[in-house]
């Protein structure tokens, strides 16, 4: 079982840079892969970025590289979202999210967290 809580979120105008932080609960957390995903108004959930259980690997939806990095510190049991260039469009409330393997799928992620907002002004 894995408890997830994100933070970071808030206001920000656009091409400003915002970091998320996602902090668990539970022992085995450095067993997980871990990702990120987004909702925005009316639109379905979309994956972010996912990264292994120690971090070795990583990927991000493909309209989002170059922006946003996924990072991780299993020492401390949070994982990252380095956000840059913010834009309007991606307001959204963000999840972090566990799993047993890496993917850019919805469902292969068993537990949630209850999200944090980011609102990106322009």
């Known amino acids: 079982q894995v408890q997830l809580v994100e933070s970071g979120g808030g206001l920000v105008q656009a091409g400003d840079s915002l970091r998320l932080s996602c902090a668990a609960s539970g022992r085995t957390f450095n067993s997980y892969t871990m990702g990120w995903f987004r909702q925005a108004p009316g639109k379905e959930r979309e994956f972010v970025a996912g990264?292994?259980?120690?971090?070795?690997?990583?990927f991000s939806a493909d309209s989002l590289k170059g922006r946003f990095t996924i990072s991780r510190d299993n020492a401390k049991n949070t994982v990252y979202l380095q956000m840059n260039s913010l834009k309007p469009e991606d307001t959204a409330v963000y999840y972090c999210?566990?799993?047993?393997?890496?993917?850019?799928?919805?469902?292969?992620?068993?537990?949630w967290g209850q999200g944090t907002q980011v609102t990106v002004s322009s």
């Open positions: 999210a566990a799993g047993p393997t890496i993917a850019g799928v919805r469902a292969r992620y068993d537990y």
């Open positions: 990264i292994s259980w120690n971090g070795a690997r990583t």
